[in-house]
T-cell receptor, first 113, second 110 residues
Framework: DAGVIQSPRHEVTEMGQEVTLRCKPISGHDYLFWYRQTMMRGLELLIYFNNNVPIDDSGMPEDRFSAKMPNASFSTLKIQPSEPRDSAVYFC???????????FGPGTRLLVL | RKEVEQDPGPFNVPEGATVAFNCTYSNSASQSFFWYRQDCRKEPKLLMSVYSSGNEDGRFTAQLNRASQYISLLIRDSKLSDSATYLCVVSGATGNQFYFGTGTSLTVIP
């Protein structure tokens, strides 16, 4: 079975550039989550969707971050413009049902120079 | 106050040892509890859910104490392959939002 798929796996960019991270959840899962992980702050929830609708984006750091889920099999997290402090590992996770096990993708390692 | 607090360790134990990790959470209305495992440079993966009655999966035992808002994980007969970071995870009151502890690092030494 295919798990959560994320692309790219690694991204190196320069400050000020736009970055787009992509996620394909597990088929049939109705919840999708975007997380960011850093050494200092651990794993933080940025935003989550239920049936493609954003439910809680209170974790999105600022207006430079935006997320969309145009259909049940695809989501994007965009950072524009990127800054060095955005460097982190960004994980996408999906689950079926409320409060159930979340399955994580392999993550995107982002480095903003 | 953080939603979930864990001792970051590191815990360095010999093979065959028993090791216990603890975690406290702040929201008494939390509904779901889990332990996840994260290997270096990998994604977190579910180790086990934690139920009020306590539950066991092979060498792993998880306990939940709602009154004290405390979760524990016990690993018996540690294996080299148990070396990882263990993340305590607690849901919010609505059940959807998960709060992750910063993780406890375990290294099992030959």
């Amino acid at each position: 079975d295919a798990g959560v798929i994320q692309s790219p796996r690694h991204e190196v960019t320069e400050m000020g550039q736009e970055v787009t991270l992509r996620c394909k959840p597990i088929s049939g899962h109705d919840y999708l989550f975007w997380y960011r992980q850093t050494m200092m702050r651990g794993l933080e929830l940025l935003i989550y969707f239920n049936n493609n609708v954003p439910i809680d984006d209170s974790g999105m750091p600022e207006d430079r971050f935006s997320a969309k889920m145009p259909n049940a099999s695809f989501s994007t997290l965009k950072i524009q413009p990127s800054e060095p402090r955005d460097s982190a590992v960004y994980f996408c996770a999906s689950s079926v049902g409320q409060g159930k096990t979340q399955y994580f993708g392999p993550g995107t390692r982002l480095l903003v120079l | 106050r953080k939603e979930v607090e864990q001792d970051p360790g590191p815990f360095n134990v010999p093979e065959g040892a028993t090791v216990a990790f603890n975690c406290t959470y702040s929201n008494s209305a939390s509904q779901s509890f889990f332990w996840y495992r994260q290997d270096c440079r990998k994604e977190p993966k579910l180790l086990m859910s934690v139920y009020s009655s306590g539950n066991e999966d092979g060498r792993f035992t998880a306990q939940l104490n709602r009154a004290s808002q405390y979760i524990s994980l016990l690993i018996r007969d540690s294996k080299l392959s148990d070396s990882a970071t263990y993340l305590c995870v607690v849901s919010g009151a609505t059940g959807n939002q998960f709060y992750f502890g910063t993780g406890t690092s375990l290294t099992v030494i030959p």
